[in-house]
């Protein structure tokens, strides 16, 4: 039985013209992401330090799914240019920012005692000050009824040697989420993560110690995934789109990592 009074609650976000802005947004996740969001008649704003980047990925987006995208290079360590990303939707796209997605992330591989100062202050600075300072940004203007998801990573609840500054991030991250989840959920803001294991996508790759090739990378994490495959980044930009969609599921950090952290 069903209360009639109730009629507005059960009902799926819709996405059309809504103004998604992701951070990191012409990387391997990211556009993976844009091009779901666009898919659903979306607009776009994609972040990313790289401009030559972000413009082809939004050239893309234009001609394969004729949807306003738009991009602004900077970097989100800075705390005033996630402000000048709000103002920038003001003011050259008239809108509030509908729908945010911070994605843009780093990783440096070595033990504790191999990571200097520099290099933990630019995980935790990327990875986990980035998603604060665009979070608090966007939420200042954001009308009621938003969404937040913030792509963290199997290493926020399950510790990997050589790894600490990113794990450290990314269980940060996980609490953050979930803090911001109770703070905005009187103003109907969602505010989840996803958490993926190995994804077939750039950050995979990078910044190895060793001369490790992509094949013997990719089969070194199948082993360890009861699934026996990694990700492709379609599938976290679904996993995506789905937490954006719902709105009762807030304070959530989906793992996609088939079966990883369970195991
Ligand atoms: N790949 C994996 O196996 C994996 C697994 C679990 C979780 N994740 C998470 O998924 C997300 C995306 O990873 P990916 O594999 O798609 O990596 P990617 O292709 O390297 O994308 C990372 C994106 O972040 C942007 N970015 C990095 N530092 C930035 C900064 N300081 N300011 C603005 N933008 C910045 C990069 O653009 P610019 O360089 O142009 O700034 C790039 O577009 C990350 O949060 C990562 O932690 C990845």
């Given at each position: 039985m069903t209360n009639n009074k109730n009629n507005n609650s059960g009902i799926q976000r819709d996405l059309q013209n809504k103004l998604v802005l992701i951070t990191g947004g012409a990387g391997g996740v990211g556009l993976e992401c844009a091009r779901h969001f666009a898919q659903l008649g979306a607009d776009l704003l994609l972040i990313g330090r790289r401009n030559d980047q972000l413009k082809a990925a939004t050239k893309m987006l234009k001609k394969e799914f004729d949807v306003r995208a738009h991009s602004l290079a900077g970097d989100v360590r800075n705390s005033a240019f996630a402000q000048q990303a709000v103002e920038y939707a003001h003011k050259a796209l008239n809108s509030s920012i509908d729908i945010l997605i911070n994605n843009a992330g780093t990783i440096f591989r070595g033990d504790v005692l191999k990571t200097d100062d520099e290099q933990w202050r630019e995980v935790i600075d990327i990875n986990l000050n980035g998603v604060f300072y665009f979070s608090r940004a966007v939420v200042n203007q954001m009308q009621d009824g938003g969404a937040i998801v913030n792509i963290s990573s199997t290493c926020g609840s399950r510790a990997s040697a050589g790894l600490a500054a990113y794990c450290s991030s990314k269980a940060a991250v996980n609490m953050l989420t979930k803090t911001m989840a109770l703070e905005l959920a009187p103003r109907k803001i969602n505010v989840n993560g996803v958490a993926p294991g190995a994804?077939?996508?750039?950050m995979l790759f990078?910044?190895?110690?060793?001369?490790?090739n992509d094949a013997n990378i990719i089969k070194k994490n199948k082993d360890s995934i009861p699934i026996g495959t990694i990700a492709e980044p379609k599938e976290v930009a679904r996993a995506v789109i789905f937490l954006c969609h719902?709105?009762?599921?807030?304070?959530e950090i989906i793992?996609?990592?088939?079966g990883f952290t369970v195991a």
């Open positions: 994804i077939n996508s750039p990078s910044k190895h110690l060793s001369d490790i719902e709105k009762h599921i807030t304070g793992a996609l990592d088939g």
